[in-house]
Structure formats: structure tokens, C-alpha cells
């Protein structure tokens, strides 16, 4: 789930056609927008690499907690969608279609459906981007980032579960008799050797699987048929331990058993970047809580989701709109009172980033006295983006052919 995936590989593929792990130097985008910003948009940097994929998690937070957004934050997302049906991270002129120039990408557009098909009334557009998602549907059964690219865990997990919002059955959407089930299996690790239990983001250039932490937790609410909400479910007494995976949900069962060993130590998951592997990664983290609570071990993410509520301010108001929804939505899955979270109402600051809410649902006197508003709420959002999206793509490998043939790929 989350805001890893939109920044990093964007601007690597816009301003240079090259990808690789060394290219982030500064893995921060700027500050100060581009372009004006729209009064309907959540956060406040600029939202080249990842408007829609912050509106779309905000939205859907707020959905999950009862908030009914503003229309005019709904309007702003459901105007980003393409003809073709596709979304871009973002268009700063809407009232220009979408040509060939515009790099559309599955996350964006599968997040985007999540975001509609949760709030209703928007069965034209999410009917529309569905089917653009199967028209560039890989023949392994997955996606890549780019129509066109290697099938990866993130897309192909995030498309499964835009698919399942709108009352698709994954495994029935097939391509060379392949479904998205499938694509995810071949990117299991085996229980033997390093990674046990691990999804890879993509094989490298020969074939190889590397375990991690970031497709792990796609790859398990993916193969759980959910989507970035994940969902809250009654523990299970089945045991977490890795298995010979011969279906979807055995293999979500073993990243979720890899996730419980690699919170073991410190109860949070550490950076992939280059030159920060020894800082933690929040984004990750929350991504992990949710993944084992969505597959039934909530309670074996509790630790984490400890260290989250102690940990997650500064971070939190870097990071602004998504990583406030990525909270939410970890914290709802693992039964976490999103209104008194470390002492913050993670709700009230998701909510202070973007436009005024139509409605809120009332809080009890005893969470809004516990919860310490956090006026500095509508911080960099961007840095979020930047921070986690790295895991997928820096320590995933192959990723240079993830950008090839660009010009091939780019769809209106």
C-alpha cells in the first residue's frame, strides 16, 4: 500500500530515462510547488510525482474512519482521470487531454479506483480505469509500473485491490492464462534460504529473488485479495510459519511470517536507502502493521504499532496528508484508537492538511481531551513520498528495466 512507489521512479523516468539505486542523491522534491495548488488538493508541496496517489490515500482514510470528505477533494481526484481511463500522478491542466507525453502508471490509476469505488458514485470512472488496468494487464498476470514493464509485487498487489473495490474477482482477470494471483506467487521466496517467506519486488537480471520488507506487505494484503485499507479481522489461530506456498493466501501467510521475524528485533523495519540503512522506516512499519492485520496477527504487530505511536510525529508532519492516512489506515486495521494515537487525533491532522471535511463523526469527550491537536499538521507531505518509496524501488532490483522502452509504455 502506501506512498512508496510514486516519487523515486517518476522523476527518474521524467527527467532522465534511466533508473538505478544510485540515482536518488536527493531523495527530496522541492518544497515550494511548481504550479499553483488546487483549493481541493491534501498537502501542500509539489504534486508532480504524487498528487493523486496522496489525494487517493486521504480520501480513502477518511472514508475508513467515517469522515466525509469535501466534494471538492473528491471533484479534484475524479478530474485527474485520463479518457483512456488511465490517472498520471498528476495534470496541472485538466482541461488539456492527455497525450502521448503524459507517463500514466498502474499505481496511481489502482489507487485512485480505491479512493472512488470507497466513497460510491463514481461507477463511470473507476468502471473506465478498470478497464484501462486490464488492457495493460502483463501476460504473466501482474503489472508493472509503466504499462509494459516487469510485473512487480506493489502493482500488481495495488491492481488487485482496485479490482476487488469494484466487485472484481482477482483471479478471474486472466492474461496468457495467467492471473494477478499468479504473478504474485512467482514473486514468493521459498522457505528455504534468506528471505524465507518473502516477496520479491521484481526478479533481477537473471531471474533471482531478493526478499523485501516493502513488497512483503503488498504482497500479503494483495494476496489476500485486499486492497490499501487492508482490513481488520478476528485473529487467527493458525500458526506463522513458512510453508511451501501453492496458493495466495499460503504465501501471505509466509510474508506475514517474515514480517514477524523482521519486527522481532526493534519493532520497526530500517531503511533500504543508500547511506540511511540504519534509520528506521515509518512508512514501512505501518505497511507491516497492516499486512499482518490483515492477514488475522494483528496481535503480532502490536509491538510495532507501540513504536509507531511513540515515534511518529516529526515523521508524521513531514510527510503531511499520506503518511497521516498510511497511520490511519495501520491503525485501523489493528484496532488502534485512531483518535488518541501517542496522544495525537491522527484524524484531526489528516484532516487539517486538505479542505474542510463535509462531515466528521463526533468524538467522545474522553478520546478529544486525551488527543493533543498538532497545529504544524500541513507540513511537507512530499518528503513522506521520497522517504519510503525507496524500499520497493532502491533494494528492489531490475529496476532498470522497469524504464526501458519509456517511449513505448507512455499511454494517454
Not at 458514485?121 to 514493464?149: F, I, M, R
Not at 479542505?355 to 474522553?366: D, G, I, L, Y
Request: aromatic residues 4%; charged residues 20%.
Amino acid at each position: 500500500m502506501n506512498v512508496r512507489r510514486s516519487a523515486a521512479v517518476l522523476a527518474a523516468i521524467a527527467v532522465t530515462g534511466v533508473a538505478s539505486p544510485a540515482v536518488a542523491a536527493d531523495p527530496s522534491p522541492s518544497a515550494s510547488p511548481s504550479v499553483a495548488l488546487p483549493s481541493g488538493l491534501y498537502g501542500t508541496t509539489d504534486p508532480q510525482y504524487d498528487g493523486v496517489w496522496r489525494q487517493s490515500l486521504a480520501l480513502l482514510a477518511q472514508k475508513t474512519v467515517g469522515v466525509k470528505p469535501a466534494a471538492e477533494a473528491v471533484d479534484w481526484l475524479a478530474g485527474q482521470q485520463c479518457a483512456s481511463g488511465a490517472f498520471a500522478p498528476f495534470r496541472a491542466d485538466t482541461a488539456k487531454a492527455c497525450d502521448a507525453k503524459l507517463l500514466v502508471d498502474s499505481n496511481s490509476t489502482a489507487a485512485a479506483v480505491q479512493a472512488l469505488a470507497a466513497l460510491g458514485g463514481h461507477e463511470a470512472e473507476t468502471g473506465k480505469a478498470v478497464g484501462w488496468l486490464k488492457s495493460v494487464q502483463n501476460k504473466d498476470g501482474g503489472w508493472g509500473y509503466a504499462p509494459g514493464g516487469p510485473s512487480d509485487t506493489n502493482s500488481t498487489s495495488a491492481v488487485i485491490g482496485a479490482l476487488t473495490a469494484t466487485g472484481e474477482k482477482p483471479a478471474d482477470v486472466v492474461k496468457g492464462g495467467k492471473s494477478p494471483y499468479d504473478a504474485l506467487l512467482k514473486l514468493a521466496l521459498p522457505c528455504d534460504g534468506d528471505g524465507a517467506g518473502a516477496f520479491a519486488y521484481q526478479p533481477d537480471k537473471k531471474g533471482r529473488l531478493a526478499a523485501n520488507e516493502d513488497a512483503t506487505a503488498a504482497g500479503v494484503v494483495g494476496a489476500l485479495g485486499k486492497g490499501l485499507a487492508g482490513e481488520s479481522v478476528k485473529p487467527t489461530d493458525a500458526p506463522v510459519t513458512c510453508e511451501d506456498a501453492n496458493d495466495p493466501e499460503q504465501a501471505a501467510n509466509n510474508g506475514a511470517a517474515h514480517l514477524v521475524q523482521a519486527l522481532a528485533k526493534d519493532a520497526h523495519l530500517t531503511s533500504a536507502l543508500p547511506g540511511s540503512e540504519d534509520q528506521p522506516d515509518y512508512g514501512n512499519t505501518a505497511d507491516a502493521v497492516l499486512a499482518l492485520a490483515t492477514a488475522g496477527h494483528g496481535e503480532k504487530a502490536a509491538d510495532a504499532m507501540r513504536w509507531l505511536e511513540a515515534n511518529f510525529q516529526k515523521w508524521a508532519r513531514q510527510g503531511g496528508p499520506a503518511a497521516y492516512a498510511e497511520l490511519i489506515l495501520a491503525a485501523h486495521a489493528e484496532s488502534s484508537d485512531v483518535r488518541d494515537f501517542g496522544g495525537q487525533d491522527l484524524v484531526k491532522l489528516l484532516n487539517a492538511t486538505g479542505p474542510t471535511p463535509a462531515s466528521v463523526p463526533a468524538v467522545s469527550a474522553a478520546t478529544s481531551d486525551g488527543a493533543k491537536s498538532d497545529e504544524s499538521s500541513r507540513g511537507d507531505d512530499g518528503l513522506n513520498v521520497w522517504w519510503v518509496v525507496g524500499v520497493g524501488l532502491v533494494a528492489g532490483i531490475g529496476i532498470g528495466i522497469l524504464i526501458s522502452g519509456r517511449n513505448r509504455r507512455r499511454q494517454p
